[in-house]
């Protein structure tokens, strides 16, 4: 069954204190794995897509990496506007479009 | 800037009624979908539609149904609301995901919907 888990389920930071999200998959044939924002009441906001192993994205103080059976978002220095709930999704081979989503990680970063 | 718009922010409604909510996008996107967020359970997909007229069932599409007559405008509807459909629901545009892609994916502002 293709799933996806992501961890911790919640983070408390300081700020400038770097750290990482882990999302992990299992799935049949990984097309695309992609990482979202959430803020509170509003609807994702997307960050990054990650096709193959190896490949990194960056945006500002984000940096999202990934692997054969994981990805990682790494968060440096970060700021409390950087608070938020993160989300990964993946996308199954054999897929029409159906993306299979973690839990999310709820970051807090405190000043 | 890609505007994907909701009707409503929050819905109230009674069990029993049938509702309507709608999703407008201000792009020439083909794909279109909607999502159910609940807390513990995360984002699942209800229906989504890759172009006028057509329709495929997402991994919880009973109790809906959907309306795709005009390629901006993709509707989901509750036939009969009960109070398990209260949730967070989210209109997105996706890209063709199975191939590589530089699109963007765009979410809706979502819709609070209540069923007493």
């Known amino acids: 069954e293709d799933q996806v888990t992501q961890s911790p389920e919640a983070l408390r930071l300081q700020e400038g204190e770097s750290s990482s999200l882990n999302c992990s998959y299992t799935?049949?044939?990984?097309?695309?794995l992609f990482w979202y924002r959430q803020d509170p009441g509003k609807g994702p906001e997307f960050l990054f897509t990650?096709?193959?192993a190896g490949e990194e994205k960056e945006k500002e103080r984000l940096k999202a990496t990934l692997t054969k059976k994981e990805s990682f978002l790494h968060i440096t220095a970060p700021k409390p506007e950087d608070s938020a709930t993160y989300l990964c999704?993946?996308?199954?081979?054999?897929?029409?479009?159906?993306?299979?989503f973690g839990k999310g990680t709820k970051l807090s970063v405190k000043p | 800037d890609v505007k994907v718009t909701q009707s409503s922010r929050y819905l109230v409604k009674r069990t029993g009624e049938k509702v309507f909510l709608e999703c407008v996008q201000d792009?020439?996107?083909?794909?279109m979908f909607w999502y159910r967020q609940d807390p513990g359970l995360g984002l699942r997909l209800i229906y989504f539609?890759?172009?006028?007229?057509?329709?495929e069932k997402g991994d919880i599409p009973e109790g809906y149904s959907v309306s795709r007559e005009k390629k901006e405008r993709f509707s989901l509807i509750l036939e009969s609301a009960s109070t398990n459909q209260t949730s967070m629901y989210l209109c997105?545009?996706?890209?063709?995901?199975?191939?590589?892609?530089?699109?963007?994916?765009?979410f809706g502002p979502g819709t609070r919907l209540t069923v007493l």
């Open positions: 999704a993946v996308l199954p081979g054999g897929s029409q479009g159906n993306l299979i």
């Open positions: 539609s890759y172009d006028v007229k057509m329709k």
């Open positions: 997105a545009l996706l890209p063709y995901l199975y191939r590589p892609s530089t699109d963007t994916q765009y």
């Open positions: 799935v049949s044939g990984l097309r695309g």
């Open positions: 990650l096709y193959s």
């Open positions: 792009m020439d996107h083909e794909n």
